[in-house]
């Protein structure tokens, strides 16, 4: 049998079959029971129940457009000066703006060289900013030349420094008119009415939690609009527990509050004290990168959380491991038996591939930039922000390594196999 690296299912096709076959051929045997009412152990059956949540009615509205579409300019009351603010370079930010600027260019509200539009390009670069910010003028929407703000995002201090120049910028100086914050750094730096400008912020992990915004479809604050997925966060734990059925969770948390918010650890947190189920905290300061300060503390709450005897391990965003040689900081648990289960992010794909056991992925991220753009568009068009519904949905799926399963013993259901968007069969230990 060919040795699949990976597939994607393309929209309408089931590789269930395919998937299951891959398994064979590496000695799997897997059930064809369907949604067994009782929840069995995870040792006596190799699976629990699962839930589908890879549901094709929810969508945000916007589709993606031909690439051979010719754009109709718009005439606006006003150009829109649009800055952009985000903690640090982000796969998922690059994905997001990439497609927001595509649909603004085919809607015409957005001038760009059409070179761009059909391919990809890193936006957080200076050279490419400059670029689309000169090719934009003229346009309803205008990117500011000097208008793009970010940090490493383990520099607080660079971070604060450019949040306030900003802040300053936008009070003092005027000539801001619009502002794009990617994630919840931003969200919680900038989702302020006081500004006086329509602030929109993009890709944010659980905003509610994170006190960013309150809850409901429709912003509490005026002149704010964040993007929300609702119940995205606890709706993943769920799925992983009813296919795992495990009872103690181990996961690294960050002591800085503002990457513990995006880590999501509170909502965690609560589907554990509803479900019945451990969570098993172990807190570090994995963002602290002086002399491997992270890698350290990776170490030492690994050996923590394994003389816990836990049974899954939950990976978050920001947890002190780097990407080189991903595999053999994880190797310990999976040595152990233990799930090693991926947080969602577009980048937990890329860690699948290293070895993590199983990732819900959002199948098509670009969707949320369509989303965005739509909401920018409506903004000039004079609909205030919370006005517009800020619940943006798209197909979550899950990513399966194959190797890793073998490695700790998992066999998984022929149902769980059909919801599989990204299968590997080997681990990239680069």
């Known amino acids: ?59 945000s509205g916007f589709s993606p457009y031909s690439e051979t579409a010719k754009p109709v300019p718009q005439t606006c009351s006003k150009t829109w000066r649009l800055a952009v603010v985000q903690m640090g370079s982000y796969y998922d930010f690059r ?3 990439n497609a927001m600027l595509k649909k603004l260019y085919r809607d015409g509200y957005f001038i ?17 900013w400059k670029k689309l910010s000169d090719n934009s003028r003229g346009g309803c929407i205008e990117l500011i030349p000097d208008g793009f703000y970010t940090a490493d995002w383990d520099d607080q201090d660079l971070w604060e420094q450019e949040t306030e120049r900003l802040r300053r910028r936008i009070l003092d100086d005027r000539d801001v008119d619009i502002l794009l914050g990617m994630g919840v750094a931003a969200g919680m730096k900038f989702a302020d009415s006081e500004l006086g400008i329509p602030v929109m912020i993009a890709d944010p992990s659980s905003p509610e939690t994170a ?23 606890s709706m993943a734990i769920r799925s992983y527990l009813s296919i795992f059925n495990f009872k103690k969770l181990g996961i690294m948390v960050d002591r800085d509050v503002t990457i513990r918010r995006m880590q999501s ?14 969570v098993i905290p172990c807190f570090g300061e994995f963002q602290d990168r002086t002399d491997m300060k992270n890698v350290r503390e990776f170490e030492r709450c690994r050996a923590e959380l394994l003389s816990q005897k836990i049974d899954a391990v939950y990976m978050p965003i920001f947890d002190g491991t780097e990407t080189e040689n991903y595999f053999s900081s994880i190797k310990p648990f999976i040595d152990e038996d233990i799930i090693v289960i ?14 993590v056991l199983v990732s ?19 903004i000039i068009n004079g609909t205030p922000p919370e006005k517009i519904s800020q619940y943006y949905r798209t197909n979550l799926s899950f990513a399966l390594n194959l190797k890793t399963a073998l490695l700790v013993n998992w066999k998984p259901s022929f149902e769980f196999l059909m919801m599989v968007e990204y299968l590997f069969e080997n681990i990239n230990f680069k």
């Open 1 to 59: 049998m060919q040795n699949i690296t990976w597939f994607k299912r393309r929209s309408g096709i089931r590789h269930g079959l395919l998937s299951a076959l891959a398994l064979l051929a590496a000695g799997f045997c897997f059930s064809e029971t369907v949604l067994a009412a009782p929840k069995p152990e995870r040792d006596a059956a190799g699976y629990g129940e699962y839930v589908v949540i890879d549901d094709r009615s929810g969508n």
């Open 95 to 97: 994905i997001i703006m």
């Open 112 to 128: 760009m060289d059409p070179e761009m539009a059909d391919g990809e390009y890193l936006f957080d670069n200076p050279e490419v």
């Open 211 to 233: 006190g960013i915004i309150g809850p409901g479809e429709y912003s509490d604050k005026p002149n704010v609009h964040v993007q929300k997925y609702p119940k995205r966060t």
């Open 265 to 278: 650890f509170d909502v965690i947190r609560k589907v554990a004290d509803e479900e019945g189920f451990q």
């Open 342 to 355: 991926g947080d969602g992010n577009t980048g937990s794909t890329e860690r699948v591939e290293r070895g």
């Open 360 to 378: 819900l992925v959002e199948v098509e991220i670009d969707e949320s930039g369509r989303f965005e753009a739509g909401v920018l568009e409506q």
